[in-house]
């Protein structure tokens, strides 16, 4: 595993699932890790879990006065960000194409693109404030290279991520900043568990997929570290599918 000892990291929807699993896995590798999310409580909790090395932050990703705030409190508490991985993301229930409405879509895209972006703003305003390398993961999907079935503003706005994290990758690689995406196939988190339920299919889509299993939180974690890391000195502007292979072609 990699060393994150005096490094910071920043992650939002850090209250469960993938989120929680890379606060965790960088603080298990020595960094100092804000834990943002929506939830407050669910941050608390991660943090507390985490101990002195964590704090705790609210933020709604997609208000660009909370993700300022956000930036504000890791300066304030640790100095400043070295890492960032811009994870909240929410999905809206699948229908068919002509039945969602313009506030599901708006939402949507409010959260995982335009949150996203607000996010990064914010981070790259602070290291070339700071004159200070960083390093951005942002979490897109299988559906930011592939449509999500009843979906179209998550297949929408994945997409857009994608288009904004190489974007950000080619303008600020100069100043040291670099700028990568994960996008995760099925893992086992609770709105997964709850999609699969509601669905109706349960174990038999997942025995269907090419590994026979979900990914674990902690498989996309790894992922987010290994492109933080030093070892990823000269990975910029990337999609790395963490998927088990399900879209290789
Ligand atoms: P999750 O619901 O377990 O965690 C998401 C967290 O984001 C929650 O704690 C939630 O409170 C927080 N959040 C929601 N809206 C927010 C907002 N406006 N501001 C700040 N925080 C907010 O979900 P997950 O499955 O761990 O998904 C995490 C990311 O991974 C999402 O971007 C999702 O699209 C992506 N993803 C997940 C899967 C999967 O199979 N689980 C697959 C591909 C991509």
Do not use: K, M, Q, R
């Given at each position: 595993m990699s060393n994150f000892a005096g490094k910071v990291a920043l992650v939002t929807?850090?209250?469960?699932g993938i989120g929680r699993a890379v606060a965790e896995r960088f603080a298990a590798s020595g960094a100092q890790v804000?834990?943002?999310?929506?939830d407050e409580v669910a941050a608390t909790a991660v943090a507390s879990g985490i101990g002195d090395a964590a704090i705790a932050v609210q933020a709604d990703v997609s208000r660009a006065g909370d993700v300022a705030t956000m930036v504000r409190a890791a300066v304030d508490a640790f100095?400043?960000?070295d890492c960032a991985c811009n994870n909240a993301g929410i999905a809206p229930a699948p229908k068919?194409?002509?039945?969602?409405?313009l506030d599901e879509w708006a939402r949507t895209i409010d959260v995982n693109l335009t949150g996203v972006f607000l996010c990064m703003q914010e981070q790259i305003r602070h290291w070339l404030g700071a004159r200070r390398n960083g390093v951005i993961v942002n979490m897109s999907s299988g559906a930011g290279v592939v449509p999500a079935p009843g979906q179209p503003q998550y297949t929408a706005a994945k997409h857009g991520v994608l288009g904004i994290t190489k974007q950000a990758a080619q303008e600020f690689a100069r100043q040291g900043i670099r700028v990568n995406a994960v996008l995760p196939g099925q893992t086992d988190t609770p709105p997964m568990r709850e999609y699969l339920e509601a669905s109706g299919m349960g174990d038999r889509m997942v025995k269907m997929l090419p590994m026979g299993r979900m990914a674990t939180p902690d498989e996309v974690a790894a992922a987010v570290l290994w492109l933080c890391s030093?070892?990823?000195?000269?990975?910029?502007g990337v999609s790395l599918l963490v998927d088990g292979g399900l879209l290789a072609r």
């Open positions: 929807g850090a209250g469960s804000v834990v943002a999310d929506l100095g400043g960000i068919p194409f002509t039945e969602h409405t030093d070892e990823a000195s000269y990975v910029n």
